[in-house]
């Protein structure tokens, strides 16, 4: 559990997810999906029943290589972001990045220590010596933190995804440590 504060000065709490925050994750990820068209889904988009998605929450607080982070004002999540990876042998050093921030505290500097959290974690815990992550080709602005972060471009996925009859290649990215 860490504590700092944003640009405009409100104070945010970053813990990891458990159970108890099932429900509160799903609803913000069914508004956050509303917000942008750069995740991978979109308003109410987000399916999944709380039983269901606790026993996700649960296995994955369980494997040493793979972590949930909420980020909360007054506890009201703000932002999740996650490092999931395989239990497979041969993949298990490989952890997938995700970030989700809600729009209106984006530009605060909560993506760049919600991932500082995540990268810190992965280089710690034994297991992860490779964090990848995917990203709309057109995502300058996240692109920016990930390279600044140590990201590399590894790859390009063309017509990954599409939005309003509109296709967008989407930019798979690697940090090694």
Known sequence: MMKFHLKDGDEVMITEATTEHAQHMIDFY?????????LSFGKNEFNQEAETYKVFLESTRLE???II?????????????????????????????GIVISAQFTGQGLGRKMM???????????VTNKISL??????NLAIELYEKLGFKKEG?????????GVYY??????LLF
């Open 134 to 139: 995917v990203t709309r080709e057109d995502n």
């Open 156 to 164: 390009l996925i063309l017509k990954d995804t599409l939005i309003d």
């Open 169 to 174: 290649n989407t930019l798979v990215m690697g």
């Open 30 to 38: 069914n508004v956050v999906g509303g917000e942008t068209d750069f």
């Open 64 to 66: 040493q290589n793979s």
């Open 69 to 97: 982070l909420l980020a909360t004002i007054n506890n009201e999540i703000i932002s999740i972001a996650s490092i999931n990876s395989s239990q497979k042998n041969r993949i298990k050093h490989v952890g997938t990045l």
């Open 116 to 126: 500082e959290q995540l990268i810190q974690w992965a280089a710690s815990n034994g």
